[in-house]
């Protein structure tokens, strides 16, 4: 049971131009969602979080937003790097601070000089 | 490097043997996380401990896998009698001690060990 779904399985994207990944779930006890980074033969690694009370938040170049009402939520990278190609995984959990996450099966993104 | 180190990093092992994979936390970290992703699909929770103790282990299989973290060492995922479906990355993650909801909910990840069962 998928309660986590990350239905574009790649992205590909020029340099400089925006990166929209997506993320739709379907447990609506989530109110606390993540996402991750991965690069090959490493470790997924944290990269933003947002709670259920906010609809929006934004490190650097990297925006999440959140529409609690559809269960859908997009991380935005912009601009695109080369260094920002990877896999990147949407996980959600009930409570921040809870340690069993549901996570997506992740988008490769990959990011053309 | 003071990351979540798993070794090995790949296993190879023919169906009914015994895979033993290990992860040391990083280095101030008491709490241990063992997550499986299966092809194609996304990491899932599987065990929660602490030193010498198993604090939630709902998404454990319940026969074949084992885990513990004991006093002194690395926490070590077991699996008996290995089958074709066990082939999975297995992804140790490591945490500071959680307190309320002032903790991210990071979790620090290892690279992972890759078990192929022939």
């Known amino acids: 049971d998928q309660q986590v779904k990350q239905n574009s399985p790649s992205l590909s994207v020029q340099e400089g131009r925006i990166s929209i990944l997506n993320c739709d779930y379907t447990n609506s006890m989530f109110d606390y969602f993540l996402w991750y980074k991965k690069y090959p033969a490493e470790g997924p690694t944290f990269l933003i979080s947002i709670s259920s009370i906010k609809d929006k938040n934004e490190d650097g170049r990297f925006t999440v937003f959140l529409n609690k009402s559809a269960k859908h939520l997009s991380l935005h990278i912009v601009p695109s790097q080369p260094g920002d190609s990877a896999v990147y995984f949407c996980a959600a959990t009930p409570t921040p601070g809870d340690y069993k996450l549901s996570f997506g099966a992740g988008t490769t993104v990959t990011v053309r000089a | ?118």
């Open chain 2, 1 to 118: 490097n003071a990351g979540v180190m798993q070794n090995p990093r790949h296993l190879v092992r023919r169906r009914g043997q015994e895979a033993r994979l290990r992860c040391s936390p990083m280095k101030g970290h008491s709490h241990v996380y063992w997550y499986r992703q299966l092809p194609e699909e996304g990491l899932k929770f599987m065990v929660y401990l602490q030193k010498e103790n198993i604090i939630d282990e709902s998404g454990m299989p319940k026969e074949r896998f084992s885990a513990e973290f004991p006093k002194e060492g690395p926490s070590i995922l077991r699996i008996q009698q290995v089958v074709r479906g066990d082939s999975a990355a297995y992804f140790c993650a490591s945490s500071p001690p959680r307190i309320g909801t002032t903790n991210t909910g990071e979790l620090f990840f290892g690279e992972g060990s890759r078990l192929t069962v022939l």
